[in-house]
T-cell receptor, first 112, second 112 residues
Framework: SAVISQKPSRDICQRGTSLTIQCQVD?????MFWYRQQPGQSLTLIAT?????????ESGFVIDKFPISRPNLTFSTLTVSNMSPEDSSIYLC?????????FGPGTRLTVL | GQQLNQSPQSMFIQEGEDVSMNCTSS?????WLWYKQEPGEGPVLLIA?????ELTSNGRLTAQFGITRKDSFLNISASIPSDVGIYFC????????????FGTGTRLKVLA
């Protein structure tokens, strides 16, 4: 298994600003992903964080809005850029090997 | 984004009752994962299934990988109050990308 931590756990931000969320895994993992979740709703995949290369984004998500870095096998960041109230959500990082994945506790973002 | 059909959407049951929920799709999956999510937390992995027809248990939880590879089932026996939460299935697409698609969730409430 893998233990995943995220920082910050929550934040309240102003419209037009950007927030970077950090994800740290306690062991090397092959795969890391970023999801978005509205409270009480399902998880929507934003992108696959690729180590040492550009992330692979899902339909509806673009690099300019959600730049992602993954410099090594245990760490990744997601930036939510030029935020609007519609970006208010829970952002979740996951990591694991090819056949499973574990989740961090999430970052609860509110944009005013 | 793409989601799996999960049913029922919500359940209210008495403590001690058994619970059944399922996920169905028109697509074939390589792996099925079942998660439980409590308020303010990230999803916690409960059971992983890797072969069509596989039946796996974890304490009072039992899950099965459908033989068509298009569905999966989760059963909880003798429910207790701490079983309360949202249960999600996740299917891994056979695309080589190792991505998972999440179900719509089953919200479980247990009445003591």
């Amino acid at each position: 298994s893998a233990v995943i931590s995220q920082k910050p756990s929550r934040d309240i931000c102003q419209r037009g600003t950007s927030l970077t969320i950090q994800c740290q895994v306690d062991s090397q993992v092959t795969m890391m992903f970023w999801y978005r979740q509205q409270p009480g709703q399902s998880l929507t995949l934003i992108a696959t964080a690729n180590q040492g290369s550009e992330a692979t984004y899902e339909s509806g998500f673009v690099i300019d809005k959600f730049p992602i870095s993954r410099p090594n096998l245990t760490f990744s960041t997601l930036t939510v850029s030029n935020m609007s109230p519609e970006d208010s959500s829970i952002y979740l990082c996951s990591g694991g090997q090819s056949d499973t994945q574990y989740f961090g506790p999430g970052t609860r973002l509110t944009v005013l | 984004g793409q989601q799996l059909n999960q049913s029922p959407q919500s359940m209210f049951i008495q403590e001690g009752e058994d619970v059944s929920m399922n996920c169905t799709s028109s697509s074939i999956f390589n792996t099925w994962l079942w998660y439980k999510q409590e308020p303010g937390e990230g999803p916690v992995l409960l059971i992983a299934l890797y072969k069509a027809g596989e039946l796996t248990s974890n304490g009072r939880l039992t899950a099965q990988f459908g033989i068509t590879r298009k569905d999966s089932f989760l059963n909880i026996s003798a429910s207790i109050p701490s079983d309360v939460g949202i249960y999600f299935c996740a299917g891994q697409l056979p695309s080589g990308t190792y991505k998972y698609i999440f179900g719509t969730g089953t919200r479980l409430k247990v009445l003591a």
